[in-house]
């Protein structure tokens, strides 16, 4: 069974950090790109990061660059992302998704494209 779980998240103050852990199980990680998502109240979800199957390349949205840094163990079955700087307008919840590649080398925050999703994690950026 295909699953991704997401853990991590919770109330933190402007300026503060999370990782956030997306775990993989049921299928062969090295395949797949993944990224992570976010939707708040009222707004369209958005890419946030991605990375490629190998880790090789990874990708970010214009808001977070400099502040998040997406990274993966493989072999443990999990990616990650860490947020530092957090801002007000980081509150979300956070989704990662699955991407077929297992050539590509690439990654996309195009979220049309991704097969499998989390759950999805709560992340409050507040004072």
């Known amino acids: 069974q295909v699953q991704l779980v997401e853990s991590g998240g919770g109330l933190v103050q402007p300026g503060g950090s999370l990782r956030l852990s997306c775990a993989a199980s049921?299928?062969?990680?090295?395949?797949?790109?993944i990224g992570w998502f976010r939707q708040a109240p009222g707004k369209e979800r958005e890419g946030v990061s991605c990375i490629s199957n190998n880790g090789d390349v990874s990708n970010y949205a214009d808001s977070v660059k400099g502040r998040f840094t997406i990274f993966r163990d493989n072999a443990n079955h999990t990616v990650y992302l860490q947020m530092n700087n957090l801002k007000p307008e980081d509150t979300a919840v956070y989704y990662c998704g699955a991407d077929h590649q297992p050539v590509d080398y690439m990654c996309y925050l195009r979220g049309s494209r991704y097969e499998y999703w989390g759950q999805g994690t709560q992340v409050t950026v507040s004072s």
């Open positions: 049921g299928f062969t990680l090295d395949n797949f790109a």
